[in-house]
């Protein structure tokens, strides 16, 4: 806008300065025409005068038009300038439209693989194998010797805070009392050996100190030590409740033994505390 004025200035400007000059030729020749008749000395004077007067407004003008032409060049320069310096914004904006597209792009692949590992952070595996040379001593029939196996593996998966669920697989078949497996047993010969669900519970713990578990668990009741009171390897099917806090523990359990669709069996309830064990 600026440099389309500053154009229709100089070029009112030279038309001014043209039509001057016209003016001033057609003066000096009315002059020199004037000045062969007489009584013209009068009017040559007079337009001399006006002639040294044009002339020097015709030099004001000549000046201010090469200021505005200075002036004209360097606006010139400016915007090329600015429209050079708006290519690098526009290419420098682009570029970083680009940078920031490839960093949300990355930082969403970040947070799924957080959030993967997150989750798998959630799961913890456990397992065993054991091999053993077993001999039982027998006195009134012959010694045994006999190669037995065990093996296990589950999960315990995290749900929600305070929520988790349990699974574990091992040998031994439908026997309830032990997972191991006797090589060559009588009976089986080559057979494949049988897998069954060892432990399937879920546990709550609703406020600090309180567990609750359904499904088929570990022993919910205290068993001190190496107590060979109950097989470590039963694990029984019900619901259980614990709470623990410092030194003072409580167990409350109700296990189902067998169902019997024929009888109505109420399952099995109990509870015991540090110095009380009942069962019914």
Known sequence: MESSRTKENILNNRKMIVAIAL??????????????????????????DDLKMVRSQLEALADRLARLEESNQKLQQENAALKAEGVKLAAAQQDAEK????????????????????????????????YRDEEIQRSVKSDQTRQRLRARFGFTAKVVDGLAVTLRLASGGDDPRSPNQTLGASGTGMARRSIGLDQYFATWKPVDGLTATIGRMPTPWFRPGQSILVDNDINPEGLAVNYQHGIFFGNAFGLWLSEISTYNVDPTTGFDLPAVSRTS
């Open 23 to 48: 003016a001033l030729g057609f003066a000096a020749q009315h002059g020199a025409n004037a000045a062969t008749t007489p009584g013209a000395a009068v009017t040559v004077a007079a337009s001399a």
């Open 99 to 130: 940078s920031r597209d490839a960093h949300a792009d990355a930082l969403a692949k970040t947070q799924a693989k957080v959030t993967a590992s997150d989750w798998a952070s959630n799961i913890k595996f456990s397992g065993d194998f054991r």
